[in-house]
Nanobody, 123 residues
Framework: QVQLVESGGGLVQAGGSLRLSCAAS????????MGWFRQAPGKERDVVAA????????YYEDSVKGRFTMSRDNAKNTVYLQMNSLKPEDTAVYYC????????????????WGQGTQVTVSS
């Protein structure tokens, strides 16, 4: 049974930082591309960042470029999202997702999802 478990969310003031983690089990982690998505109330779930199965390539949505960094540790079956210079508009539930092999920005192409972790940025 595949499980993705996010952690690290919380309440932070604007300009602050958070580091999200996503621990994977039940799959050959190193064969999966991973993505971080977020969904704010009343909005669609959108990609934030994605990383290839080797970790050699990353993608960032324009609004987070230069502020967020996605990384993975295949030895620990874990992906991370370091979020710096947080803004109130970053407030959302953040989800990690796994997709076999190739990275994608489309949520409907991902096979497995975590339960999400809330990130709230106060102004």
């Amino acid at each position: 049974q595949v499980q993705l478990v996010e952690s690290g969310g919380g309440l932070v003031q604007a300009g602050g930082s958070l580091r999200l983690s996503c621990a994977a089990s039940g799959l050959t982690f190193s064969s999966y591309a991973m993505g971080w998505f977020r969904q704010a109330p009343g909005k669609e779930r959108d990609v934030v960042a994605a990383i290839s199965w080797t970790g050699g390539r990353t993608y960032y949505e324009d609004s987070v470029k230069g502020r967020f960094t996605m990384s993975r540790d295949n030895a620990k079956n874990t992906v991370y999202l370091q979020m710096n210079s947080l803004k109130p508009e970053d407030t959302a539930v953040y989800y990690c997702a796994a997709r076999k092999r190739l990275t994608s920005t489309r949520p409907d192409t991902y096979d497995y999802w975590g339960q999400g972790t809330q990130v709230t940025v106060s102004s």
